[in-house]
Structures are given as structure tokens and as C-alpha cells.
């Protein structure tokens, strides 16, 4: 039997993945002008105090470089503030500054209307979707 990557499960999650992430990139991007390594860096801050350039680039899956970039633009930008950690010379912790976090506060509805949306045109797909990608990351580590 020959393959045919349009079956293919990987190729398949990676085409759904860009579309979904791509999607929600365009409503970010409309309302702060945030690239999507931007985001990510800023969506994880939001979650975390300070968190240094490499635990960022493990947890968000985009290089170190690009998560630097990211990270310098948004400093630039005066959302996030760069600092040296207390114990490793060698790593930049990264913090929301008072900026960073009104602009999350003001992008997370948005955020959670586009998860409704998405969820609601999965339907009850979703649920076992979540689950598959609940063990799938558990895997990993």
C-alpha cells in the first residue's frame, strides 16, 4: 500500500496546529500587533513570576534565538523587563512589567472566546482530543 502523507497522523496534527495557531495569530495581532513568538513569550510570563530565555524556548517550542528576539522586541516595547539570574550568569530571567501584564488582562478574553469558538466547531471531538493531547505531552517528559 503506498503513502499518502494527507493520512499521515503526524503531518496531519502539524497542518491542523499552524491553521489553529495561525488564526488566533491574526486576532493578536489585530488588536496589539503581537507576532506569534511574542505571544507565547508573554502567554507564559503570564503564567509564571520570572522565568528565564531557556525554560521559555523549552515550554513554548521555538528556538532560543527566536525567543530572545521575541523577548528584546517586547522589552523594547516595554512590556517585558530583562534580568541577570540570581544563581546562573549565563541566563536571562524575563518578567512582565505592569504593561505586559495590562495587556494580558486584556488579551485574555479574547484568548478564551477563540478557545470557545475552536471547541464549539470540535464539538464533542474536542474532549477526546484534549485527553490525546493530555497524554501525548505527558510522554514527552
Given at each position: 500500500?503506498?503513502?499518502?502523507?494527507?493520512?499521515?497522523?503526524?503531518?496531519?496534527?502539524?497542518?491542523?496546529?499552524?491553521?489553529?495557531?495561525?488564526?488566533?495569530?491574526?486576532?493578536?495581532?489585530?488588536?496589539?500587533?503581537?507576532?506569534?513568538?511574542?505571544?507565547?513569550?508573554?502567554?507564559?510570563?503570564?503564567?509564571?513570576?520570572?522565568?528565564?530565555?531557556?525554560?521559555?524556548?523549552?515550554?513554548?517550542?521555538?528556538d532560543k534565538s527566536v525567543v530572545s528576539r521575541a523577548a528584546s522586541r517586547?522589552?523594547?516595547?516595554?512590556?517585558?523587563?530583562?534580568?541577570?539570574?540570581?544563581?546562573?550568569?549565563?541566563?536571562?530571567?524575563?518578567?512582565?512589567?505592569?504593561?505586559?501584564?495590562?495587556?494580558?488582562?486584556?488579551?485574555?478574553?479574547?484568548?478564551?472566546?477563540?478557545?470557545?469558538?475552536?471547541?464549539?466547531?470540535?464539538?464533542?471531538?474536542?474532549?477526546?482530543?484534549?485527553?490525546?493531547?493530555?497524554?501525548?505531552?505527558?510522554?514527552?517528559?
Amino acid at each position: 500500500m503506498p503513502f499518502h502523507l494527507e493520512e499521515f497522523l503526524p503531518y496531519r496534527l502539524s497542518v491542523a496546529a499552524t491553521q489553529v495557531s495561525r488564526r488566533f495569530a491574526a486576532l493578536y495581532a489585530a488588536e496589539a500587533g503581537l507576532s506569534i513568538p511574542e505571544w507565547r513569550v508573554l502567554a507564559h510570563l503570564d503564567q509564571s513570576a520570572e522565568v528565564s530565555v531557556r525554560d521559555i524556548h523549552r515550554r513554548v517550542n521555538l528556538d532560543k534565538s527566536v525567543v530572545s528576539r521575541a523577548a528584546s522586541r517586547l522589552e523594547g516595547a516595554g512590556l517585558v523587563c530583562k534580568s541577570g539570574h540570581d544563581r546562573d550568569r549565563r541566563l536571562i530571567v524575563l518578567k512582565l512589567t505592569p504593561g505586559g501584564k495590562a495587556l494580558m488582562d486584556r488579551l485574555a478574553p479574547l484568548a478564551e472566546q477563540f478557545q470557545a469558538q475552536l471547541l464549539a466547531e470540535l464539538g464533542a471531538d474536542a474532549t477526546g482530543l484534549g485527553r490525546a493531547l493530555d497524554r501525548l505531552a505527558a510522554s514527552r517528559d
